[in-house]
């Protein structure tokens, strides 16, 4: 029996394996993240932040492509991959998700990290480039922001993880991300951010529970606290002080107690809870500062966030 140039002999008949394959050791599991998403939002800086975490990273690379490099990388010695895939194949969303599908059904461990931004956060980050959207044409840049996102429907609602960049500066898009990413135990750590916003401002689009602050009265229309925030321990101390401020606090903490093994069990590394208030300045943000002390002390890296302050 003749041996290929290099190689050792080959399989006799009857040794070779389903579908004409050549018996080989499997390929040890790879921790696979994919960062897809709007163009603009993002992408790259993520690519480059999960660089920096110990990813081997490839930029642009098509979905057809996605288990190929997996398998050839997991062959050799990478542990860890990620690729950032766009719209330039016009297959994309639905090639994605086959093969997303695919690499967990061979025993790989695929995440989906989908960043997003608001429409007029895009368009100001498209003409301060002066580039055009990959799905612009001959139409306007919103056309080509409209397009993508429905064409990213089947991904983004796939994704285990969504990040809105349209707030985010560098360092907290970083921060985020080695938030979730830079841990690779077998049981994944919980890091939550809670989210102060302004209803008047729009829901956050990244929110995995949401929290109206709005049945407790509005330190607005006190002159002494209207110009004060929610940090000001005179804003907190009204707040709390409110008839059902702290049994709703208590209650809503019970229910997080409740979800976070859930969350855990399920490999979920990362939770975005929002609390509202109109205008996202006194009752929203004492509220958040609030959950986020209660979650640290039930052990999960807990952070506050304002997105809506100083808005006004």
Not at 26 to 54: F, H, I, M, W, Y
Not at 278 to 286: I, L, Y
């Amino acid at each position: 029996m003749s041996a290929p140039p290099g190689g050792t002999p080959a399989a006799p008949a009857d040794e070779v394996a389903p579908d004409g394959a050549a018996d080989q050791a499997p390929a040890r599991p790879v921790q696979v993240v994919v960062v897809t998403g709007l163009s603009g939002a993002g992408k790259n800086t993520a690519g480059r932040v999960l660089e920096d975490l110990g990813f081997f990273v490839v930029d642009n690379l098509p979905p057809a492509l996605l288990e190929p490099m997996v398998e050839l990388g997991a062959r050799g010695d990478v542990r860890r991959f990620a690729a950032v895939v766009d719209v330039r194949s016009r297959a994309f969303s639905s090639d994605l998700q086959d093969a997303v599908r695919q690499l967990a059904d061979i025993g790989h461990r695929p995440r989906v990290l989908y960043v997003h931004a608001r429409d007029e956060v895009l368009v100001r980050r498209y003409e301060s480039v002066r580039r055009e959207h990959p799905l612009q044409g001959s139409g306007r840049l919103v056309d080509g922001i409209s397009a993508e996102r429905a064409l990213l429907t089947g991904i983004a609602g796939d994704a285990d993880l969504w990040v809105d960049t349209s707030d985010l500066n560098v360092h907290q898009l970083r921060a985020t991300l080695e938030a979730a990413f830079a841990d690779d135990g077998e049981v994944p750590a919980l890091t939550a951010t809670v989210l102060s916003f302004g209803f008047k401002y729009g829901l956050p689009l990244d929110a995995d529970l949401v929290v109206d602050a709005r049945f407790l009265p509005n330190p607005h229309w006190l002159p002494e606290l209207r110009p004060k925030t929610g940090r000001d321990p005179e804003v907190r101390e009204y707040v709390l002080s409110r008839d059902g401020a702290l049994e709703f606090v208590d209650r809503y903490t019970d229910v997080l107690r409740l979800l976070l093994p859930g969350y855990r069990r399920e490999g979920k590394r990362y939770l975005t809870l929002a609390v509202g208030c109109t205008g996202g300045k006194h009752r929203s943000v004492a509220i958040t500062e609030e959950f986020a002390r209660r979650l640290s002390a039930e052990g999960v890296s807990a952070t506050a966030r304002h997105r809506d302050l100083g808005r006004e």
